[in-house]
């Protein structure tokens, strides 16, 4: 079943159409029994649900980057063949994006991205009538009484982004493109609120599955080789980048291990790459990938998006 990855700026109702979705879809699941045999549950992942806070998440890098990690990680933990997951959160890094359609591409499911294109201004609005939330060890018990019930367990945000953090956000988001494989196929939604609901579940629930490819076929390891060769790995990518790179001065970099190049900046610092992958290895152990070869990519993916 697929992964549907919801992408947008703050406050654009990225979550009010989760929600909506997660409903439609349990509906059906009661009204039709072909739906029922097919899909077993609906998982809603986002912030709430999580328990992760967005003004800690998102302020500064080092804070974002394990922010998404934890996302991915509770994404990779719920996909199945018979579970559809709603990824409800800003996914505004196509990088990001990318691992998660990497995450499917393993697993065997189908994917599709929905792009909430609510005007910035209105998006202000909605952010503006929120109060902002309160900084680590703030007025706890305040957010507690002001946080909105949705269902059992699922919260609707109930707190605005500072206006620097809305700025800022708004300002990087790499609007989803449906020519990339990694968004396609792509939903507009207007406003988060106008999209044919039938006709997005027809395509998506019954739509083509993706086929594992070399780069994500499974090839069984215990966790202590998977670790040694996340560890190789990555150094060997490392090594031939400050190779490659201190003769040509950045530019795309093909590295071993995988297809994808590296794009480094002009600026290289050996010193800032060789932290850059202890920071993914940190990540990895955590969630460890499930094939070795997906390694050369997250770890490129990784890079790109930090470095650029």
């Not at 009010?16 to 739906?35: C, F, G, N």
């Not at 393993?106 to 939330?133: F, L, M, W």
């Not at 605005?160 to 800022?168: K, R, V």
């Not at 093909?254 to 932290?275: I, Q, Y």
């Amino acid at each position: 079943m697929p992964l549907v990855i919801f992408s947008g700026g703050p406050s654009t109702g990225k979550t009010t159409l989760a929600l909506r979705l997660k409903s439609e879809i349990e509906k059906k699941m009661k009204e039709d029994e072909s739906v029922r045999t097919t899909i077993k549950r609906v998982v809603l992942i986002n912030e709430e649900t999580l328990g992760l806070s967005r003004a800690q998440g998102y302020k500064n890098s080092a804070a974002e980057k394990m922010h998404r990690g934890a996302f991915k990680a509770a994404v990779h933990r719920a996909i199945s063949k018979d579970t559809v997951v709603l990824a409800d959160s800003l996914n505004y890094i196509k990088g990001f994006r990318y691992e998660l359609f990497c995450l499917c591409r393993e697993a065997g499911t189908s994917h599709a991205v929905v792009y909430c294109d609510t005007p910035r201004e209105e998006a202000e609005k909605r952010n503006q009538a929120r109060p902002i939330e309160a900084e680590e060890g703030e007025g706890e018990e305040e957010e507690e009484k002001k946080e909105g019930e949705g269902e059992e367990g699922e919260k609707m945000p109930s707190f605005g982004y500072s206006p620097s953090l809305f700025d800022d956000i708004w300002r990087r988001m790499e609007r989803p493109d449906g020519k990339n494989r990694w968004d396609s196929p792509l939903f507009d939604a207007k406003n988060g609120e106008e999209m044919d609901v039938d006709a997005f579940l027809a395509s998506v629930l019954f739509g083509k599955q993706l086929k594992p490819t070399c780069a994500t076929s499974q090839v069984n390891l215990s966790g202590a080789n998977m670790l040694s060769e996340l560890d190789r790995r990555t150094q060997e990518i490392v090594d031939a980048l400050i190779e490659t790179t201190s003769l040509s001065g950045g530019g795309l970099t093909t590295v071993p291990h995988t297809k994808e190049k590296v794009l480094m900046p002009s600026d290289f610092n050996a010193t800032s790459l060789r932290k850059l992958r202890r920071q993914f290895l940190r990540f990895q152990k955590s969630s460890p990938p499930k094939t070795v070869t997906a390694i050369g990519d997250l770890f490129v993916s990784f890079l790109n998006t930090s470095l650029n």
